[in-house]
T-cell receptor, first 111, second 113 residues
Framework: SQQGEEDPQALSIQEGENATMNCSYK?????LQWYRQNSGRGLVHLIL?????REKHSGRLRVTLDTSKKSSSLLITASRAADTASYFC???????????FGKGTRLHILP | KAGVTQTPRYLIKTRGQQVTLSCSPI?????VSWYQQTPGQGLQFLFE???????NKGNFPGRFSGRQFSNSRSEMNVSTLELGDSALYLC????????????FGEGSRLTVL
């Protein structure tokens, strides 16, 4: 399967804590992207990291990419109730430019 | 700039019927992709169109088809509906191939009875 794995499937943390989500993949990629989805809505793009980059920041988000291990992580610092959502990693495939999503991590921020 | 617009937002069909979903991309975007989202399988790639041509296709049966018009608007059709086709169908646009970021619509939620 091209989907790869996201870990964990679900995560509950206290407001103010940091949340880390991981993504692994199997085939060569051009870029890796992270998206957020609030319940049953469309996805919103968060950040894109290219295959020749190792780390990227955007506000409270930090993304790392390790192409040798075929893995990426998304760190959300100082979590807020509004961060409660599902988070998906998406691989921009090298071979055919498809963007393939994983099954996501459901993040719940506890007040 | 208006976002990606999908219609209808909700629909109910019965087994054996067919359905057509519509997607209007962001103005100027020429690439439209379709995904099926179900609780068990996550987001599954259906197909992508660019300049009225199908660029990529996922692993779905021939009952799932799509097309793109000269104004970049896209439609997808599912014929002979099955219960398992119940899902949220998401459309996303981007400027073109290799431009990375996808912009998603709110989706069309299809229920098959």
């Amino acid at each position: 399967s091209q989907q790869g794995e996201e870990d964990p499937q679900a995560l509950s943390i206290q407001e103010g804590e940091n949340a880390t989500m991981n993504c692994s993949y199997k085939t060569s990629i051009n870029n890796l992207q992270w998206y957020r989805q609030n319940s049953g809505r469309g996805l919103v793009h968060l950040i894109l990291i290219r295959s020749n980059e190792r780390e990227k920041h955007s506000g409270r988000l930090r993304v790392t990419l390790d192409t040798s291990k075929k893995s990426s992580s998304l760190l959300i610092t100082a979590s807020r109730a509004a961060d409660t959502a599902s988070y998906f990693c998406a691989r921009g495939m090298n071979r055919d430019d498809k963007i393939i999503f994983g099954k996501g991590t459901r993040l719940h921020i506890l007040p | 700039k208006a976002g990606v617009t999908q219609t209808p937002r909700y629909l109910i069909k019965t087994r054996g019927q067919q359905v057509t979903l519509s997607c209007s991309p962001i103005s100027g975007h020429r690439s439209v992709s379709w995904y099926q989202q179900t609780p068990g399988q996550g987001l599954q790639f259906l197909f992508e169109y660019f300049s009225e041509t199908q660029r990529n296709k996922g692993n779905f049966p021939g009952r799932f088809s799509g097309r793109q018009f000269s104004n970049s608007r896209s439609e997808m059709n599912v014929s002979t509906l099955e219960l398992g086709d119940s899902a949220l169908y998401l459309c996303a646009s981007r400027g073109g191939p290799n431009t990375g970021e996808l912009f998603f619509g709110e989706g069309s939620r299809l229920t098959v009875l």
